[in-house]
């Protein structure tokens, strides 16, 4: 039904930033909550960050201040500004979309930040 495209992630070294985005394309058009999930290695996938259609956020504490989300309703694009980035942010991280009846995961990007 929906097919998300991530982009963006790569390697960094502490204290740089990355921009990554998300477009989806599918049979659906709107989507209620748009937003980020990340995976480490042995560890549950946790939300990173998320926004609604009009715009509310909800982050993770670990990236207040530092992670930024946005979104384009009328491209249907998620992006994650990451900034002040520390190794722990190191994960795979995951485009999530929901609409009324279902959701879909991306594929997932590798986000590696050096010390």
């Known amino acids: 039904q929906v097919q998300l495209v991530e982009s963006g992630g790569g390697l960094v070294q502490a204290g740089g930033s990355l921009r990554l985005s998300c477009a989806a394309s599918g049979s659906i058009f709107s989507f209620n909550a748009m937003g980020w999930y990340r995976q480490a290695p042995g560890d549950q996938r946790e939300l990173v960050a998320a926004i609604t259609s009009g715009g509310s956020t909800n982050y993770a504490d670990s990236v207040k201040g530092r992670f930024t989300i946005s979104r384009d309703n009328a491209k249907n694009t998620v992006t994650l500004q990451m900034n002040s980035l520390k190794p722990e942010d190191t994960a795979v991280y995951y485009c999530?979309?929901?609409?009324?009846?279902?959701?879909?995961w991306g594929q997932g990007t590798q986000v590696t930040v050096s010390s």
């Open positions: 999530n979309v929901r609409w009324l009846r279902g959701g879909s």
